[in-house]
């Protein structure tokens, strides 16, 4: 007889002895923990079970034991938590709680690997845009450290990355538990590495972090221009590459354009595998959005799908945002939603109205994004470093806010028209040319209107 | 059995025994209060096999004995008696109380049923100060999670550092911290100490001790608290609790509170709830509140709007520095921390329309409230 055999025979001599109310309620959830060598250890709820077996229906359990030829000589109680009784809730107050209220999204990471458990490859949708990206985070999660080592993602805001970094990093979790994962956002490897240097703890910080046997760290490109963060991040990737542990790693834009990180780095981060995170195509939105609502249990119709997938092309953040609107909406007004009606409550989604762009803000975006000052766009130089920037900044003022020629000239430090032109002129075709400089130009612009 | 007592300790035990019974409906004796005798006190015990509450009160005790009965009969009977002492007496089933002018029988049960509530044996405790203690407590209890979707956030979280101790709840709105400083006794307490403690439970350890005058102390085991207060006359505690404990890691919730802000502004708080009481008049069924932040104008436009209602909007001079910003909350949420802070400025940090929000008493660092906005449609 197995444990659970012997313990379905011992309450079911049980319960003729005791009343229903009692055995009900000291029984529940009780099961035989171990047993071997005479002595039985039994599994009980909580401590008032415990006590109340230990000093009231030992003897019945023992004489049980007897019954069926056991020998046992002593029997133990344990416990062994299990959840609290579900209490069902009497009002539902929170049901008037809003789609649109925000949650602290912290509290639902891992607390050891900082991943959120939503992000897995279930629910990413994979098209024609992604496919090489999800293939080889695929294989990254069945071999990690074996595969692609390091292993570079970029793509621009709101396509994915993080969703395919999260999945990478549960699914690992999820079948090499003791693999110890860490997740970390470039924000805050920077501020840790600050603290660290701060509280004189940086031998600790590093002992942690290369206790890790996968590090996926997100928006690389943040660490563009933090010379001691680059230092202790490059020493650290050594220490993990060698020891094939596994790295992963995104940033808005391929490694090449990362300005101001130095260039062992860059080596290093192109010596593994580089894949990017284009925009879906429409079959693709449309089959992310159907993924949403599955997951929001909202119902919207086909058509209005087609008119969101077809409005929102760049963003699937921008996608999400569209369905939440008209679920929120509909949650409001109690009222099905046709097409003219999402058109209504997409109007501000959809045609968004660039608030206030201005000159100075192309600039500064610009400026930023190469790493230079505003001011170093002004002075005439024929340097490389600054005459790309300037002629992009021209571009995005022409393109972006339609201003004239000579008013570009004027702007940038009294040049000529025709220069303005030129500009303009060489950055359209260069685009055409070089991918890289096309990718630069799809993150700029993005940053521009996020601005 | 036969004990005299005065009614004042009778009716005081029962009222701190008597809140955690008739729940439970398929174990009828848990609607009983065991009545027994220890040394120069009677004992009052109750319990819904999640938490136990026993009371001690000194009585005359002329026999030893003990007995169940329904706690509600009994408590609603002394609560209307005029007299002082009264007399108690059981045999077999059945209790038998006598003053001058009255004879009362109350049908019981059998003690020998009545669950053994465990006690915690442990060398592990720390004293607090009990009003102190339960009045910081009660600032952060009503924020845990009503749910039971995440058990380890339906809890109190206290966590034990150096020479402070912190208590938490969050219901992933918003969570609630606050810091009390350990000037009390204590032993085997060691730095990492932590634990959550169920709703209830919380809920009964401010409902009994609030208004002891003195320590209270809470021993540790790795699956349950007690916790028992004392008194000077007696060798037994006064009051004493045992709850549960919730299994559980509960999250990294330091991570979710902002260091740095954006905007940070300071505001008389009464004023400033009245303004949020007005807004919430217009707040339609999404409670939703705005304000318009601007420290260069030195004010705070609080507006809302309901199609069914109408609108409103008013405005506050505020003390503010940083960026401007427009940022929606439910005013429930808004007004339920303003209400558990006690200065009269409190500051509120901001870190735009979407990140979350601190509000602070201004003169008391000891407690923070961390808010999320609604996403501004």
């Known amino acids: 007889m197995n444990k659970e055999e012997l313990w379905q025979a011992i309450l079911s001599q049980i319960q003729f002895n005791i009343s229903q109310a009692n055995f009900s309620t000291w029984f529940k959830n009780t099961y035989i923990l171990s047993k071997d060598n005479g002595s039985i250890i039994i599994a009980v709820p909580n401590n008032f079970s415990k006590e109340w077996l230990e000093k009231k229906y030992n003897k019945l359990i023992l004489s049980g034991l007897e019954e069926l030829n056991e020998r046992v000589k002593t029997i133990e109680y344990k416990v062994i938590n299990i959840p609290a009784p579900q209490v069902p809730k009497v009002s539902n107050k929170s049901g008037l709680v809003t789609v649109n209220q925000l949650e602290l999204e912290e509290l639902t990471l891992d607390k050891y690997t900082n991943l959120n458990p939503k992000y897995t490859f ?38 994915g990355k993080t969703h395919l970094l999260q999945a990478i990093g549960n699914k690992v979790g999820e079948q090499f538990s003791k693999k110890k994962i860490r997740y970390v956002s470039s924000e805050r490897f920077i501020s840790g590495v600050i603290s660290a240097i701060k509280n004189q703890t940086i031998d600790e910080f590093k002992n942690t972090y290369r206790n890790f046997d996968m590090l996926i760290i997100d928006d690389i490109q943040f660490l563009a221009g933090k010379e001691k963060t680059q230092e202790e991040f490059f020493h650290l990737f050594n220490v993990l590459y060698e020891a094939n542990k596994q790295i992963i790693i995104s940033s808005d834009r391929p490694p090449k354009a990362i300005s101001a990180l130095e260039e062992r780095l860059r080596s290093r981060f192109e010596g593994g595998m580089i894949t990017d995170i284009g925009t879906p195509d429409f079959e693709s939105r449309i089959a992310i959005l159907k993924q949403k609502i599955q997951e929001k249990k909202t119902g919207i119709s086909e058509e209005v799908l087609a008119y969101i997938a ?96 000579p008013f570009i000239g004027k702007k940038f430090g009294g040049k000529d028209h025709t220069t303005a032109i030129y500009a303009c002129e060489k950055i359209s075709k260069e685009i055409m040319e070089n991918e890289q400089l096309a990718g630069e130009i799809t993150v700029i612009k993005e940053k521009i209107y996020a601005y | ?78 609560s209307l008696l005029g007299e002082e002492k009264i007399t108690i007496e059981s045999k077999e089933k059945t209790l038998y109380l006598k003053g001058e002018n009255y004879k009362t029988q109350i049908k019981g049960l059998d003690s020998k049923d009545f669950p053994i509530i465990p006690e915690v044996v442990s060398d592990n405790w720390i004293e607090f100060d009990a009003i102190s203690f339960c009045r910081g407590i009660a600032q952060v209890m009503d924020f845990c999670a009503l749910t039971q979707s995440r058990p380890e956030l339906s809890g109190i979280y206290f966590s034990f550092q150096k020479n402070i101790a912190k208590i938490v709840a969050t ?87 902002p260091k740095e802000f954006k905007t940070q502004i300071v505001l008389p708080k009464e004023e400033f709830m009245s303004q949020i009481k007005i807004a919430s008049l217009f707040s339609g069924r999404t409670n939703e509140v705005k304000l318009v932040i601007s420290p260069k104008k030195g004010n705070v436009l609080i507006s809302s709007q309901s199609v069914d209602l109408g609108e409103t909007e008013s405005k506050m001079a505020i003390e503010a520095k940083g960026d401007d910003v427009e940022i929606s909350f439910n005013y429930k949420f808004l007004y339920e921390g303003l209400n558990q802070m006690r200065s009269e400025k409190i500051m509120l940090n901001l870190n735009g329309q979407d990140g979350p929000g601190v509000l602070k008493p201004s003169d008391d660092s000891n407690y923070l409230y961390v808010i999320m906005p609604i996403k501004a449609s």
Do not use: C
Not at chain 1, 379 to 401: C, D, G, N, T, W
Not at chain 2, 47 to 62: H, M, N, P, Q
């Open chain 1, 310 to 405: 077809s409005n929102i092309q760049k963003n699937v953040r921008e996608l999400e945002g569209a369905l939440k609107a008209l679920a929120a909406w509909k949650q409001l007004h109690n009222q099905d939603i046709d097409l003219e009606l999402a058109k209504k409550i997409l109007k501000k989604t959809i045609n968004p109205q660039p608030k206030g762009l201005n000159p100075q803000k192309i600039i500064a975006v610009v400026a930023d994004f190469y790493n230079l000052k505003e001011k170093d766009l002004f002075i005439s130089s024929r340097k490389k470093e600054i005459v790309k920037p300037r002629q992009i900044a021209m571009y995005f003022l022409r393109e972006e806010l339609k201003s004239s020629f």
């Open chain 2, 1 to 78: 059995m036969k004990i005299i007592i005065l009614k004042e300790k009778l009716a005081k035990g029962l009222s701190i025994v008597e809140k955690i019974t008739g729940r439970n409906l398929t174990l009828p004796i848990l609607n009983n209060v065991l009545i027994s005798t220890e040394d120069n006190s009677l004992r009052l015990s109750t319990t819904d096999l999640e938490l136990g509450i026993s009371y001690w009160g000194l009585a005359k005790v002329e026999e030893k004995g003990e007995i169940t009965i329904p706690v509600r009969t009994l408590s609603g009977f002394v």
């Open chain 2, 171 to 257: 219901d992933s709105f918003r969570l609630a911290e606050k810091t009390i400083v350990l000037d009390g006794a204590m032993n085997g307490i060691n730095n990492s100490q932590s634990f959550i403690l169920p709703r209830n439970a919380v809920r009964e350890l401010v409902n009994i001790f609030s208004e002891h005058n003195g320590k209270i102390k809470f021993y540790f085991s790795p699956s349950q608290v007690m916790i028992e207060s004392y008194i000077d006359e007696t060798q037994n505690p006064q009051a004493r609790l045992v709850s549960r404990l919730i299994e559980g890691e509960y999250p990294d919730y330091e991570a979710v509170i």
């Open chain 1, 122 to 159: 279930d629910n990413f949708v994979v098209g024609p845009f992604n496919e090489l990206a999800h293939a080889a985070g695929w294989a990254v999660s069945q071999k990690p450290g074996l595969a692609y080592n390091p292993f570079f993602v970029y793509g621009g805001v709101g396509l």
